[in-house]
């Protein structure tokens, strides 16, 4: 699995809002997923900062040492913040197409459960890249148009190569004012 397709798929959520709330009812059919992404508010324009923290990662097979050494370069990786801008045209665009984009055109992971109640989002990707390597992709948390937290959990296995590998992450998301000169657009 490419952990930077994962962790994409993971931010995808960091700044979306609830409106009605359902699960839908085939989440592996694009169309239905599309048509909940089309209830979920959109965030406000503005500049976000996102922060993360790893607060899982295992590596079964490695050494002490090795795991210490990837746990450390993940945790350095998550816990960059960063700074974001959030244009009015991105803001009324919402992550519709982004999401169904994700969706049609992996041929690696689909969504197995998408259900958003209130301000909750829980979903659940299953993920294979059909050389040997699958697991699951679990994101949970509460969202609002200004702000998130959530968390993602991966579980993945390398058959070929006889590893499990565990990474939980969580990220939150602040709106901290209106875009500014440095942000540019994102």
Known sequence: MRISTLIAAASIFALTACGDSGTV????DPDQVAAAMADIAKPQPGEYTTTGELIDFEISGASEEEQA???GFMEMGAAQTQTICITEEQADAGFEEFLGAMQE????????????DGDTLDATMNCDDGAG????????????????????TMNMTNATEGQTMRMVLR?????????????GAG
């Open 171 to 183: 990220n939150q998301t602040e709106r901290v004012g209106e875009c500014s000169a440095t942000t």
């Open 133 to 152: 390597s699958t697991g699951t992709i679990e994101f949970g948390g509460t969202i609002a148009e200004t702000s998130q937290d959530m968390t993602v």
């Open 105 to 116: 055109n992996s041929d690696e992971c689909t969504f197995t459960n998408f259900s958003v």
């Open 69 to 71: 050494m990837m746990r």
């Open 25 to 28: 009812e085939d989440p592996g």
